[in-house]
T-cell receptor, first 112, second 115 residues
Framework: DTEVTQTPKHLVMGMTNKKSLKCEQHMGHRAMYWYKQKAKKPPELMFVYSYEKLSINESVPSRFSPECPNSSLLNLHLHALQPEDSALYLC???????????FGEGSWLTVV | QQQVKQSPQSLIVQKGGIPIINCAYENTAFDYFPWYQQFPGKGPALLIAIRPDVSEKKEGRFTISFNKSAKQFSLHIMDSQPGDSATYFC??????????????FGQGTTLQVKP
């Protein structure tokens, strides 16, 4: 079982809603990530946090807003999303500078 | 140069067979090559990984073969079982503070193992 926990598992939201995805890990990892995965496609990197600071933003639209309140938690705030943003959102973590990355089960997001 | 090309797109084998999934890359800076297994509705799970200084790595029924000169690596699943039916992604990454967590994934292979 993965040690990266994501909530909620499923989320349906309207285009005017504001919602958040949450991620928690207790492996002592100081790097945390958000990936987006469309059906039958590989995961695509969105954001990287290293020591609770945003280190990589892969040119993600501002309607996605990440937040890292502490070393164990990672949030993704969602606002004014489009139907094409519907996807599986994956949180992951690793030790900083170490290649092994562990993924959570993901949050399925549907924008209606 | 950032791409990792994976083949085949889909694969069907009989139980006990040895499916082989191949990946190729161009960027010689890549120094870490993991394979992830993903079941429907689940997140990717790290299966096995290799570095370029090793030509082969085995973990249980899963083996990675690595050919540095050809810039290719492959996953072999010995004695495949129906429970191995999943999507498999190869990936690559390289060291560097600006590249932390940046896995370059192949397009995935959907494997079906028939009973």
């Amino acid at each position: 079982d993965t040690e990266v926990t994501q909530t909620p598992k499923h989320l349906v939201m309207g285009m005017t809603n504001k919602k958040s995805l949450k991620c928690e890990q207790h492996m002592g990892h100081r790097a945390m990530y958000w990936y987006k995965q469309k059906a039958k496609k590989p995961p695509e990197l969105m954001f990287v946090y290293s020591y609770e600071k945003l280190s990589i933003n892969e040119s993600v639209p501002s309607r996605f807003s990440p937040e890292c309140p502490n070393s164990s938690l990672l949030n993704l705030h969602l606002h004014a999303l489009q139907p094409e943003d519907s996807a599986l959102y994956l949180c992951a973590s690793s030790q900083v500078g170490v290649d092994t990355i562990y993924f959570g089960e993901g949050s399925w997001l549907t924008v209606v | 140069q950032q791409q990792v090309k994976q083949s085949p797109q889909s694969l069907i084998v009989q139980k006990g067979g040895i499916p082989i999934i191949n990946c190729a890359y161009e960027n010689t800076a890549f120094d870490y090559f993991p394979w992830y297994q993903q079941f429907p509705g689940k997140g990717p799970a790290l299966l096995i990984a290799i570095r370029p200084d090793v030509s082969e790595k085995k973990e249980g029924r899963f083996t990675i073969s690595f050919n540095k000169s050809a810039k290719q690596f492959s996953l072999h699943i010995m004695d495949s079982q129906p429970g191995d039916s999943a999507t498999y992604f190869c990936a690559a990454s390289w060291h560097g503070s600006s590249n932390t967590g940046k896995l370059i994934f192949g397009q995935g292979t959907t494997l079906q193992v028939k009973p």
